[in-house]
């Protein structure tokens, strides 16, 4: 049988490709009962992966064919339940993929048949046992493992409240009456509106802002959130920042970059990595370049740094409030903030703790869901 986290880590990546949101938190789970249950048929693993995985009902035809894509289970639930005295399959000791332009199985129970040139490949397994990485810190990674364990930050989804957008949509029960629809139809009964047509504003997620500290306190853990931003800054209306003694715009540069070179392109293009911090100035810039501007307005906007600033913590403290008062909600991700005995000591933390709506740590992949859960949730009333 394969190792038990690849096969938590691959299958879970195969379900995210089909559109099935499957966390770290689940994918731990599935791990963890793999390990207790053991399962030897593809019946039993079926049903281990229900328990655990999924969150809505409707998710289950799309992860039955997830399922026998991997794991060339059967056909339809029917079979899937299983009658008695059926013969259950044995899990494969590898995971096979599907080849293009192969043909499937015939009725009759010929089997699969493919051209003399086409042979299996087998689905990329993940190199990161995720039981045994999870709850590092980011800090005591090798290289190697922070590239293992990118592979599954590249499946976190960054979600944001939603906004009321300029558009609208048709509602029975909508608060607006839509005058011009309500008099358009109002022609087919002869000039009365006997039917008021009514419309709601559609909503959109609200922008997503990121500044992330890259001086040398925070570098360890700038090259684990970058990973996370580069999905970010592809997948959503997200802005990705970095400072240090400058403010450097990396959206671009993290848009074009593959995911393998995407940290080595923002070293190239953040000439300021790994040197002092002056979180003061730089929140000055942002606000006076980008905030104005409309960026940070109604935007999530997270600060990745653990507050060292050698600029006067007044003035951290006026640039915060500044960027309060426009943007929808302030994360404060430091680090430090894991350890029990953390008080925020660091002036420049002290004075910008008022102006935050969360405080994560988000130092190990564990504790990426208090991140994601922290950007998701409602604006805090100060």
Not at 44 to 73: K, M, N, W, Y
Not at 135 to 148: N, Q
Not at 187 to 203: A, E, I, K, N
Not at 306 to 335: C, E, F, I, K, Q
């Amino acid at each position: 049988m394969p190792d038990l986290p690849e096969l938590a880590a691959s299958f879970t990546a195969a379900l995210h490709g089909a559109g099935i949101e499957v966390g770290p938190d689940r994918t731990r789970g599935f791990a963890r009962a793999l390990t207790l249950l053991a399962p030897s048929t593809t019946r039993e693993l079926r049903h281990c992966a229900l328990a655990t995985l999924l969150s809505d009902p409707e998710q289950i035809e799309p992860f039955d064919a997830v399922f026998r894509e991997v794991f060339g289970g059967p056909a339809d639930r029917e079979t899937q339940r299983g009658q008695p005295g059926d013969p259950a399959r044995s899990l494969p000791r590898t995971l096979p993929g599907r080849v293009p332009g192969a043909r499937e199985a015939t009725a009759d129970g010929r089997g699969r048949e493919a051209d003399a040139q086409q042979r299996e490949a087998p689905v990329p397994l993940a190199a990161s046992p995720l039981d045994r990485l999870a709850s590092r810190d980011f800090a005591d990674l090798s290289a190697e493992e922070l590239a293992r364990l990118s592979e599954v930050m590249r499946t976190l989804v960054l979600r944001t409240p939603t906004r009321p957008s300029r558009r609208h949509r048709t509602a029975h029960h909508g608060a607006r009456i839509d005058v011009r629809r309500t008099l358009s139809d109002s022609r087919r009964t002869g000039g009365y509106p006997l039917r008021l047509r009514r419309f709601v504003p559609r909503t959109r997620p609200r922008d997503l802002v990121v500044l992330c500290d890259i001086s040398g306190s925070m570098e360890p853990y700038a090259r684990a959130m970058l990973q996370l931003l580069y999905c970010a800054a592809r997948a959503t209306r997200a802005e990705v920042f970095t400072f240090a003694t400058r403010l450097t715009r990396l959206t671009p540069v993290l848009r074009r970059a593959g995911p393998d070179d995407a940290l080595a392109q923002a070293g190239r293009a953040a000439p300021d990595w790994s040197g002092g911090t002056r979180i003061a100035e730089c929140l000055a810039e942002f606000n006076e370049r980008f905030g104005r501007r409309g960026m940070a307005h109604g935007a999530v906007v997270a600060i990745v740094s653990d507050g060292w600033d050698t600029g006067p913590p007044a003035d951290l403290a006026t640039h915060m409030a500044r960027l309060s008062r426009v943007a929808y909600r302030v994360v404060w991700v430091n680090p430090r903030t894991a350890s029990p005995r953390y008080r925020p000591l660091a002036a420049g933390m002290a004075a910008a703790l008022p102006y935050c709506d969360a405080v994560v740590s988000a130092h190990n992949l564990a504790a990426l869901d208090d991140f994601t859960a922290a950007l998701s949730a409602p604006r805090r009333r100060r």
